[in-house]
């Protein structure tokens, strides 16, 4: 009996694998061909379970639109820059700041000094402390910078679904989708910046759409889809603008689109005002440096016309 029990053991392990490759076959490959031959698919359950390819966000990449102050030789629409200007004091400025911009500085968007205090004064600032201690509020002066609509970025987030607003003094050179090769190489030729600009426009022109139904799946309650939002299907903030919102003096059109080019474009100066002055000064510089190869190229060769080689 002890010499029988351990040959029946062996003869087990004998015969196991024999066992298992039978076919040429695994426990997993019986597996999924069993699910295959009852109509399911494995590729698909794991899909529906989440374990999907990671989507790439912006699920729609921004169009890229003409803007005045585009290329080497770019400049700013002044009309365009005080429609924006218009769009962020009526709608915008209810939720995002710019707090990196001074009343004194929308001198440059063609207003007078007495425009910007009349302008400036339309808005209340904190200042102080005062000789007893404690902070006042007052009416703006061209000095100060754009308020923010809200105390703290608790207060902020609390006011707004849980997600903060961001201010707007940078942000069109912080959002800008990413442009893949070969595209990022003409960019240095062609000098496209205009990144944020362009995916300011398609997000607010981007609600309304209709998600596939394995991204309605991932969008959260209390949110809006938007496939040009570069960080989710999704985001807290609504519609901000619906055409006729804003009246222009200047004939524009007064729909969502151009609502979108002008704010985005005044987002633009706001982040970078300087953006022409610096082109004029580089292309100055460009000539300056061509110029100056071509002369140590002739003064070179008369150094050395006299030397044997």
């Known amino acids: 009996m002890k010499k029988l029990l351990p040959a029946l053991l062996a003869a087990g392990l004998a015969f196991a ?13 019986n597996s999924a061909s069993e699910q295959a031959a009852a109509g399911q698919d494995p590729a698909a359950e794991e899909a529906e379970e989440g374990h999907a390819e990671t989507p790439h966000y912006p699920l729609k990449e921004p169009e890229e639109l003409d803007w005045s102050f585009a290329g080497p030789f770019g ?11 218009k769009v962020y004091k009526e709608v915008c400025s209810a939720c995002h700041g710019m707090k990196l911009v001074a009343f004194r500085n929308l001198e440059a968007l063609g207003y007078s000094e007495e425009q910007v205090k009349a302008f400036a004064a339309e808005y209340t600032v ?6 007893d201690g404690e902070m006042f509020d007052r009416p703006g002066i061209p000095s100060d ?7 703290n970025p608790q207060a902020a987030a609390a006011a707004n679904n849980g997600a903060a ?3 707007f003094s940078l942000l069109a050179k912080a959002r800008a989708a990413e442009r893949g090769f070969p595209t990022f190489l003409f960019d240095l030729l062609t000098q496209y910046q205009q ?7 398609a997000l607010i022109t981007g609600y309304g759409q209709e998600p596939s139904p394995a991204v309605e799946k991932s969008i959260q309650p209390g949110t809006y889809y938007n496939p040009y939002f570069m960080s989710a299907p999704a985001l807290a903030m609504p519609p901000p603008i619906s055409d006729g919102q804003v009246e222009y003096a200047d004939g524009a059109p ?15 100066w706001a982040a970078e005002p300087h953006l022409v002055e ?10 300056f440096l061509i110029v100056f190869a071509g002369l140590l190229y002739v003064v070179k060769g008369r150094v050395w016309a006299g030397t044997p080689h």
């Open 17 to 29: 694998p024999a066992a298992f490759a039978q076919d040429g076959k695994g426990p997993n490959e």
């Open 75 to 85: 400049h700013w629409d002044l009309a365009q820059l005080q429609r924006g200007l």
């Open 126 to 131: 904190q200042d102080g402390p005062n000789g």
């Open 145 to 151: 910078y754009f308020p923010s609509p809200f105390p």
């Open 165 to 167: 607003p961001p201010d």
């Open 195 to 201: 990144g944020g600009p362009d995916y300011i426009h």
């Open 254 to 268: 007064q729909t969502v689109d151009q609502y979108s080019r002008d704010v985005a474009a005044f987002m633009m």
């Open 278 to 287: 610096r082109k004029a000064t580089g292309f100055v510089t460009m000539i």
